[in-house]
């Protein structure tokens, strides 16, 4: 029987109580909630300890918690979970840290934390983090940087690989970094803290020498930190240019172990007006430069029995959407290529994985805004979702398919290929199909809606990711083993 990655996180624990309002308010203002508070468990470590349980490792908790109500709640849901939370410290006469958190009808949302107990561990959580043999460390900075210091010191000379989360951004986060950490996790704001310069977010970036530009400016803040970066740019459908660029890659940074096919491109197109062309080079951007770059890297992974391939498609896949039926054949295209390739190379220790955002506001849906109300009529939220729903790190659903239980253990029938679908609804049965990344108050929502969704998704094999109350920053996912 294969062991179970054994994962500690040294981190938060809050207890969240979300509002769902019209707006945010503005100073001084008062908003009403058209519904209830919802109280769940959270934080930061304790989400990461979850998720981490939740993908089948083996996960200990560390932390403190306040000898309260919230306390005793927030233990058992991690026991509930089935992480080991002997770790977890109660203090007595502290209250248990906690979240208040308001969430707009667009998706954005502001939140203010009273650390509690978190701002109380100290060197005995930093001894029990390092008590048990782990092979990857967690941590996050919702508790003291000299706590993080020194756990960063005694996993680094322990040969523990760590993974740095730094939200929120903390003072001293430079130090933190000096002698190195083998995964730091931030978003763009973060990002744009640590490195003294704003960071373009995944459409922030601009066309040709600008977004040339951008990306030279961030390879060489990366570079800055002790790190290699390399930005090289390519025409992705073009095999002689892939190959060039995979070749400068190696060469640089040495060989490809991870790959993302993110390319794309959506040109809107009735049927009275797609044309040949703009088939072509929908095909082209969105599948073939799939197919070439998987193509210029799989053997390598193959020869290290190792590789993680994730393929960007869409709920166009399965839907038919506003774009047109040449972006559905693209986007259908990919998971085909995906459990293609899943297929034949999982026996060698590559998983290939496809990862389909909902309906998001981006600079590829901007063009379409006079169409929000179809769009949103697509989404359980009925409303389009946020990039940083799904590019901030505590929210990637890819980090699903990258990780090493993308893997099916269990029977030689499933390929080790983990789709997670995007939701949408059958515009002439108005019943909602097999749905994929949706957030906190989706689950709800599509419960009310339909429970043929739920039984759809049982019947198909499908596991259904469910709250239990670790919701905030987690969503909650479908993931298919495709057979």
């Given amino acids: 029987m294969e062991q179970r990655p054994r994962v500690t996180v040294l981190g938060s624990l809050n207890t969240d109580i979300s509002v769902v309002v019209p707006h945010l308010p503005a100073p001084g203002e008062t908003v009403l909630s058209p519904g209830g ?3 769940g468990s959270g934080g930061k470590g304790a989400n990461q300890a979850v ?28 026991a509930a979970e089935g992480v080991n939370a002997s770790g977890v410290r109660a203090v007595a006469g502290a209250a248990s840290g906690l979240a208040l958190i308001t969430v707009d009808t667009s998706g954005e949302n502001a939140i203010a934390v009273a650390a509690g107990a978190n701002s109380l561990a100290g060197n005995e959580e930093v001894g029990a983090a390092l008590a048990a043999p782990c092979e990857v460390l967690v941590l996050s900075a919702e508790i003291p940087v000299r706590v993080l210091a020194a756990a960063l010191e005694r996993a680094r000379a322990a040969g523990v690989m760590c993974v740095l989360n730094l939200a929120p951004m903390p003072a001293g986060a430079a130090d ?69 660029m995979v070749a400068a890659v190696e060469s640089t940074l040495g060989p490809v172990d991870i790959l993302v096919n993110n390319a794309g491109i959506a040109l809107r197109r009735g049927l009275e007006e797609l044309n040949e062309a703009d088939f072509d080079r929908t095909i082209a951007v969105n599948l073939k430069s799939a197919f070439l770059c998987t193509q210029a890297v799989w053997r390598g992974m ?53 990862v389909a ?26 409303r389009l979702g946020k990039v940083c729903a799904i590019a901030e790190p505590r929210k990637r659903q890819w980090t699903i398919a990258r990780s090493d239980s993308a893997k099916h253990r269990k029977s030689p029938r499933h390929c080790g290929t983990g789709i997670v679908f995007s939701h949408h609804r059958d515009k002439h049965t108005r019943k909602w199909n097999i749905s994929g990344h949706w957030q906190q108050f989706g689950l709800t929502q599509l419960k009310k809606k339909s429970e043929t969704a739920t039984t759809s998704a ?26």
Avoid at 337 to 347: E, Q, S
């Fill in 176 to 244: 933190l970094l000096a002698a190195g950490v083998d995964w730091l996790v931030v978003n763009e704001h973060e990002a744009a803290v640590m490195l003294g310069q704003p960071v373009p977010g995944p459409g922030g970036a601009g066309k040709g020498a600008a977004g040339d530009a951008d990306a030279q400016a961030v390879a060489a803040a990366i570079r800055a930190l002790g790190r290699r970066s390399v930005a090289l740019g390519a025409d992705v459908a073009d095999g002689a240019q892939v190959a060039r």
């Fill in 302 to 354: 193959r020869e290290r029995r190792w590789g993680r391939i994730v393929n960007i498609s869409s709920g166009a896949a399965r839907g038919a959407g506003i774009v047109g039926a040449h972006y559905n054949a693209s986007k259908a295209g990919m998971e085909g290529l995906t459990r293609g390739y899943a297929a034949r190379l999982v026996k060698d220790g590559v998983t290939v994985n496809a």
């Fill in 357 to 382: 955002p909902s309906l998001i506001e981006s600079d590829m849906t901007a063009p379409h805004r006079a169409d929000r109300f179809e769009l949103v009529q697509e989404s359980p939220h009925r």
């Fill in 37 to 39: 508070a919802v109280i």
């Fill in 458 to 483: 049982r019947s198909l094999g499908v596991s259904i990711g469910r709250g239990r109350g670790f919701s905030r920053g987690q969503g909650c996912h479908v993931s298919a083993l495709v057979a």
């Fill in 51 to 78: 998720a981490a349980a939740r993908l089948g490792a083996a996960v200990r908790m560390v932390g403190c918690c306040g000898d309260d109500e919230f306390g005793r709640r927030l233990r058992a849901g991690l």
